[in-house]
């Protein structure tokens, strides 16, 4: 049974760090592109992050030089480090599978994701 399970978001103030994890189970880490999309209350769904089969990070232009992806094998786990964050970074953030990264970071045909982890921004 595949489950993406997302874990670590709460409230910080603007400027914090802040690290998401993801623990997978039901597949091998190496077997699809692994990343993060978010939604934000009232607003449509927005690709954040997303590493590829082969180790390269892709990131959404809101998001560039401010979030880092990673991903331990050994832990099954999915990384996303949020620096220096923002009131508009608040939102519920979901860790995805899919065949390429295009589809996690455009949201679109996605094939496994979680239930997701809020992150709220606020001072």
């Known amino acids: 049974q595949v489950q993406l399970v997302e874990s670590g978001g709460g409230l910080v103030q603007p400027g914090d760090s802040l690290t998401l994890s993801c623990v997978v189970s039901g597949f091998s880490l190496d077997r699809y592109a692994l990343g993060w999309f978010r939604q934000a209350p009232g607003k449509e769904r927005e690709g954040v992050s997303c590493i590829s089969t082969g180790e390269e990070a892709v990131h959404g232009d809101s998001v560039k030089g401010r979030f880092t992806i990673s991903k331990d094998s050994d832990k099954d786990t999915v990384y996303l480090q949020m620096s220096m964050v923002k009131p508009e970074d608040t939102a519920v953030y979901y860790c995805?599978?899919?065949?390429?990264?295009?589809?996690?970071?455009?949201?679109?045909?996605?094939?496994?994701w979680g239930t997701g982890t809020p992150v709220t921004v606020s001072s």
């Open positions: 995805a599978a899919a065949e390429e990264c295009w589809r996690i970071v455009g949201t679109y045909g996605m094939k496994y």
